[in-house]
């Protein structure tokens, strides 16, 4: 029978749940147990697939096609773990269950109430991801204290009633502040989050500590003492360089040692000699490369989570630092691309949905097209390098997409009426009056790749699978004449109809890809595409380093 961890956080939100999820994941993982992560949101939206990425940060997409919350993105990168829709359940997808239960009469008449009805739909999503793992642990979002969190905090305090205190344990994330003023770090509020822990019925079993400034033994007593927790459950997570680092603060700190006795489990030793060499390579680079991501949410840097995150594994693959310079697409449309991207190594145009700021990205594209700075497309990046090249290259100074421009002479990105959907083995239409989520490409899909291309140099294989999230589609009808100019379609659908990876043949490394390859990258597994744009970036900048000392 699986055990079940829940994870929850309080104070103040941003602490990092996800990361502190992740990090136990892969510590029990490195003591050889199969975990699985989920994580249940207290939003009343059925997915986070409509919400702004300014509210949000970024939509994570799984292989089944589910739109899911950033942490699952994190889970992915920490361990072995692959995310599918049972693995992100919000407020609303439950409600939406259990009010379709009760329109079908599955409650024979019965009152439908908070508890037992939504506890009990609760419990069964929970237990529904167990089979086959050792180990499940659940992230419940939002913070101690929040109305909307309590049917899920009665649930996860119901299943140590149901599974016993042996399967079950609560791992709880505070803040212990550090006042500047008085130069004291200040435990109340991490009394005060537990306190109302307690007061719907669950006990922390372990405490894990965000501070700035690390705190000895004293204070660990006097969490302990004021939280009802042994001394040795307090669990130090100071601030750290990297993310990745998290993992190995916590099992010195012993948290791996608790969890297995708390929940009596046997073990190997641990084995995090893998996360020890990542750490070392990404605090010890011996490169670096500046790359400039040019985008609509850079004020909110979660909007590209797993994009920087890609970025940052294809350094590690190429023993690089990445610096990320983010560029709003709207101030290259006042300023001109120069400024911004003169003294770039590379230029990343992410996905993305609206008009705003497209211009901009264009003229970065044609920037990094004319001045053979290597450049990397991604989704509606890949689709604005298509409208860039057809227009100052192919010289039809109208083409656009019809999501930009309905009216346009030359619609070379467009809503495809009829498609082929290998995932679902279906024929699938679209049209602009089409209900937004339910005719876009969501998943994995096929493409195969075309010999003699960057893209299967990079892959070393002619068939891959890439995660989608997108409505528009490259116009076949331009075919012909974007590749007599030089635009190489070097991936496409199994059955030759879907456009999935553009390159320009005549550049040092200039590719485009209807996907989302950030999805499927992780720091001990690099995608292959990161890898190379990173290493096309170091090239061209030894390049040019070789020529100015000449």
């Known amino acids: 029978m699986a055990k079940f961890i829940f994870i929850t956080g309080g104070v103040v939100s941003a602490l990092g749940k996800g990361i502190a999820s992740a990090s136990i994941g892969a510590l029990l993982e490195g003591r050889g147990f199969k975990v699985t992560l989920q994580k249940l949101d207290p939003y009343i939206n059925v997915d986070p697939g409509t919400l702004s990425p300014f509210q949000h940060g970024e939509v994570f997409v799984t292989d089944d096609g589910a739109e899911t919350d950033l942490d699952l993105g994190h889970y992915e990168r920490f361990t072995s773990f692959t995310a599918l829709q049972k693995n992100n359940f919000t407020t609303g997808r439950i409600y939406y269950n259990v009010l379709n239960k009760e329109r079908r009469g599955d409650y024979l008449g019965d009152t439908v109430q908070v508890i037992p009805h939504i506890t009990d739909e609760i419990k069964k999503i929970i237990r529904s991801v167990a089979d086959g793992y050792d180990v499940v642990l659940v992230e419940i979002g939002g913070t101690i204290g929040d109305i909307e969190s309590l049917p899920f905090l009665e649930a996860i305090r119901q299943m140590r009633y149901d599974m016993g205190p042996e399967n079950v344990i609560y791992a709880h994330l505070t803040l212990v502040p ?245 995932r679902k083995g279906t024929v699938q239409e679209r049209s602009a009056g089409s209900d937004k989520g339910g005719t876009m490409r969501l998943g994995a899909y096929p493409c195969n790749l075309a010999s003699g291309s960057i893209a299967l140099e990079m892959y070393g294989k002619n068939s891959i699978f890439e995660r989608h999230r997108h409505r528009f589609e490259f116009n076949n009808a331009f075919r012909k004449i974007i590749t007599a100019k030089g635009l190489s379609i070097s991936g496409l659908s199994p059955d030759g109809e879907l456009v999935e990876i553009v390159e320009v043949l005549d550049h040092p490394w200039f590719l485009g890809c209807q996907f989302h390859p950030e999805f499927k990258s992780r720091p001990r597994n690099p995608h292959p595409l990161f890898e190379g744009f990173i290493k096309a970036a170091l090239r061209s900048k030894n390049a040019l380093l070789a020529r100015s000392e000449s």
């Open 178 to 422: 550090y006042i500047h003023a008085s130069e004291e770090l200040k435990t109340k509020p991490t009394q005060h989050s537990v306190r109302e822990l307690r007061a719907i019925g669950i006990q922390p079993d372990i405490l894990l500590c965000r501070t700035e400034i690390p705190f000895g033994a004293d204070t660990k007593k006097k969490i302990a003492l004021h939280c009802n927790v042994e001394t040795d459950a307090v669990i130090m997570a100071p601030d750290v360089e990297t993310i990745y680092e998290v993992p190995l603060v916590y099992q010195k700190e012993g948290l791996d040692d608790q969890i297995i006795k708390k929940l009596r489990m046997e073990t190997r030793k641990p084995l995090m000699d893998d996360w020890r060499e990542l750490v070392n390579r990404l605090k010890n680079p011996q490169d670096s490369v500046s790359i400039a991501l040019v985008g609509k949410y850079v004020g909110l840097k979660d909007s590209y989570k797993s994009l920087y995150e890609a970025l940052v594994h294809g350094g590690i693959a190429n023993h690089a630092g990445v610096d990320v310079q983010w560029v709003d697409a709207e101030d290259i449309e006042k300023n001109g691309p120069e400024r911004f991207l003169m003294e770039v190594d590379g230029v990343l145009v992410p996905g993305g949905f609206g008009n705003r700021g497209s211009e901009g990205k264009i003229s970065a594209i044609k920037y990094a097209r004319e001045k053979r700075i290597p450049f990397f497309g991604i989704c509606l990046g890949m689709q604005l390098a298509v409208v860039e090249f057809m227009r100052n290259v192919c010289g039809m100074k109208g083409a656009n997409s019809t999501e930009f421009d309905a009216d346009t002479d030359y619609p070379v990105i467009y809503l495809m009426g009829r498609w082929y959907d290998f």
